[in-house]
Each structure stands twice: as C-alpha cells, then as structure tokens.
C-alpha cells in the first residue's frame, strides 16, 4: 500500500488534554520522503508516535514506537485497521528517556530513527545519546522540530560533526545520514562543534552538557 490514502485521510491520532482529537503530524512532504526510504523488514526506532508511525506500518519495518500515550497507540491500531493493513509495531509506553536507557529495547542494529517525542530539554538529546550507538553506518536519523532550542542544539551538533551528513531538510524537519563510526573522544574538546566556539560560548556548552549528564545519571 501506498502513503495516499494516508495523506487524503488526515487522521487525528493525538488528543488534546481536554479529550478532543487532533493531528500534530509532521508534513506530507516528510512522510513522503520517510516513506521513499523504507524498505520492508528494515529495523526501525521512533520516538513521539502519529502518521509517521503509519508510514513505518505501511512500509512493512519492523518497527519500535516509544511513547508514554497509549490512546494514540489505539488509535494507530484502528486506523491501519481502517485502511487494511496490519502494523509490525511494537508499542513501549514510557517515557523515551526511560525505556531506552533499558538494554532490552534496543538489540539488533537499526536502519532508521525518528526522533519526535518530548521536546523538553534535554530530552531530545538523550533520545539522540541512547539511539546513536545502535545506528548502522549509511542509517539514517531524522529530528523534528529542529528550530526550536531544545532540540536545535542537537541539529547544530550533528550539523558540525564528521560522522554526520545532512541529506534533507524540509522545513522544520531535518534527516542525517550517519557516514561514519562515532570517533571517541576524550572529553568536549574533541568534539568539532566546540572548538571553534568562543569563551562565552563554551561556559554555556558546559552547563547545557553538565544539565544532560546529570539527567542521564538520575
């Protein structure tokens, strides 16, 4: 099946705190580039749950959505339903933060990672630091929401590191492709992205470092 029927049905798979439906879904022109770089059996991570978790469904992947919500994952299980088609989706209600520092979610490579759930910093970054190591070189990561400063920091890291490349942004949405193993480095004084920052700068990257760290060690 393809992706049309998805995009002409609009489906409101998320839920306003006072009950209502509502659809916070990333672009038609995401959904379709994420769609043209799927393949079936491929292994596949998102955080955040909505059309994209659709389109992991559709492409046959086997596919791991984390998210705390489970009316939107019923949803998504009715919907694909609706259209004919049964999803290869293992759903994980938790928090992201939570259920990836768990060995047991993540064990075989992974092709893709959509990084979509909770935007409060640093939680972007901590779906990043957890999923990163299990990415196969040539896999592909995709963030969105990437102006918004919680998550821009990442964007502006793996904008400014040789492991990554950029092969698309669309609007507010950016994928990488990772080129590379992760080069280890003694501390943040390898890390591309700070050595050309001045002073200033570098204070503020040790605090925002500092605050991760710490939330990873809670």
């Known amino acids: 099946m393809s992706i049309e029927r998805l995009l002409a049905d609009k489906p409101q798979l998320h839920t306003w705190s006072s009950g209502a439906a ?9 959904l379709t580039f994420l769609h043209s770089r799927l393949k079936p059996g ?4 998102e955080t955040g749950s909505g059309h994209t978790t659709v389109v992991f469904a559709i492409a046959r992947t086997r596919h791991t959505c984390i998210t705390p919500a489970e009316n939107e994952a019923q949803a998504i299980r009715a919907y694909c339903a609706k259209i004919g088609i049964e999803p290869q989706v293992r759903f994980i209600h938790a928090s992201s933060d939570a259920a990836l520092a768990d060995p047991a979610t993540v ?3 992974l092709d893709l990672v959509f990084i979509d759930g909770a935007h409060r910093f640093p939680l972007p970054c901590i779906d990043f630091h957890y999923t990163e190591r299990h990415l196969k070189v040539g896999g592909l990561l995709g963030v969105d929401d990437c102006t918004m400063p919680s998550v821009k920091v990442l964007c502006d890291f793996l904008e400014g590191e040789d492991e990554w490349k950029q092969v698309e942004r669309i609007g507010n949405t950016a994928f990488y492709e990772r080129v ?14 700070n050595r050309s920052a001045p002073s200033g700068a570098r204070s503020r990257l040790r605090r925002l470092l ?4 710490r939330a990873l060690g809670r």
Not at 183 to 193: A, L, N, P
Not at 210 to 213: D, E, K
Request: proline residues 6%; hydrophobic residues 40%.
């Open 107 to 109: 064990q075989e490579p």
């Open 210 to 213: 500092g605050r991760a760290g």
């Open 22 to 30: 509502a659809s916070w879904a990333v672009s038609p022109d995401v």
């Open 180 to 193: 590379r193993e992760t080069r280890i480095v003694s501390d943040w004084q390898g890390q591309k992205m």
């Open 42 to 45: 491929m292994v596949t991570l």
